[in-house]
């Protein structure tokens, strides 16, 4: 009782892990971002024991903003890669 279309189902079989691969190679600066985020993070408690006389919400503010543009960088270089680097020098191929 087949009606001629096949329904895939591919994206439902593959685990997180394989996905995640999938998607970094889609968009390499996505892993990329997410990394800095996670680092930038990782420091900014790292440094919180010794921030000084330095209030709280003030250092949680400044690695919030220093998290933020890491993110938004890699977000700005991944436009300009993509839409200047690939298809001005031909590495996507030509149409």
């Not at 390499?28 to 408690?45: Q, S």
């Not at 839409?83 to 149409?95: A, D, E, N, S």
């Amino acid at each position: 009782m087949s009606t001629g279309t096949d329904v895939s189902l591919s994206s439902y079989d593959e685990d997180q892990g394989s996905k995640l691969i999938r998607k970094a190679r889609e968009a390499p600066f996505v892993p990329i971002g997410m990394a800095g985020f996670a680092a930038i993070v990782a420091y900014g408690l790292y440094k919180l024991k010794s921030r000084g006389n330095t209030k709280m919400s003030v250092h949680l503010i400044h690695m919030r903003v220093a998290a933020q543009g890491f993110v938004v960088g890699a977000m700005t270089l991944a436009f300009f890669f993509f839409r200047y680097g690939l298809f001005h020098v031909g590495i996507l191929g030509k149409t």
